[in-house]
């Protein structure tokens, strides 16, 4: 789905505006909405630092010049969306330039970890977002069920679901999720 590129520009305009708030955490943009996220747990940043050092060991060889990265923003004005992905994989350079968001293209997986109170937007409307958008890989993982998922091939047509303690491969990676924990 795509908005008029107007109307995007003005709810960017907005959000961007909105004053910091206490427990705010990231803002994000999808159908004709600002979304105000909370702030994540502990144990949610937890699992995001520990996939960023299990990606970013491996990527000097399989994608030199790339990084597993938290906390940037990915824009996609055609569909007029603005998310915030825990993490992304994409080319450290990308950050060395004045625009205020990665563009989808640049972007080779991005992770979700599931919030205990909003998981319905990582399960379905993130994975149709960031397959529209034509990123190659999303991983999902969900600290409330110890559980989670890989999206890959075109438009995510292929799912592998896994436990943690598995582990498993997201493209050309592989990760260990006997290190993440459960939110209970």
């Known amino acids: 789905m795509s908005i008029d590129p ?19 955490g990231k803002i994000e943009i999808a159908d004709d909405t600002i979304v105000m996220m909370m702030s994540p747990v502990k ?4 699992a995001v630092i ?12 399989t994608h030199p010049g790339h990084i597993a990265h938290g906390g940037a923003d ?17 080319p450290e350079a990308a950050l060395d330039d004045e625009e205020a ?8 997986l991005v992770v979700e970890i599931v919030s205990a109170s909003n998981a319905e937007n990582d399960y ?8 529209a958008m034509g990123i ?3 991983l999902l993982v969900d600290p409330r069920k110890g ?3 890989v999206h890959d091939e075109p438009n995510y047509t292929r799912r592998t679901d896994f436990a943690f303690g598995d582990v498993i491969t997201v493209g050309p990676w592989t990760l260990d999720t006997s290190v993440l924990r459960t939110y209970s």
């Not at 107007?6 to 705010?24: S, T, W």
């Not at 144990?43 to 937890?46: A, F, G, I, N």
């Not at 990915?74 to 915030?84: C, E, F, I, K, Y």
């Open 136 to 138: 190659p890989l999303y």
């Open 101 to 108: 968001a990665l563009l989808p293209h640049q972007v080779l």
């Open 50 to 61: 520990r996939i960023v050092q299990q990606l970013n060991a491996q990527l000097s060889k």
């Open 74 to 90: 990915l824009v996609d004005p055609a569909r007029g969306r603005l998310r915030n992905p825990d993490v992304m994989v994409f």
């Open 147 to 149: 559980t989670g998922i």
């Open 6 to 24: 107007a109307q995007f520009a003005r709810l960017r305009e907005i959000a961007d505006q909105l004053p910091q708030m206490p427990g705010i």
């Open 43 to 46: 144990r949610h940043e937890l």
């Open 124 to 131: 379905r409307a993130k994975v149709a977002d960031y397959a």
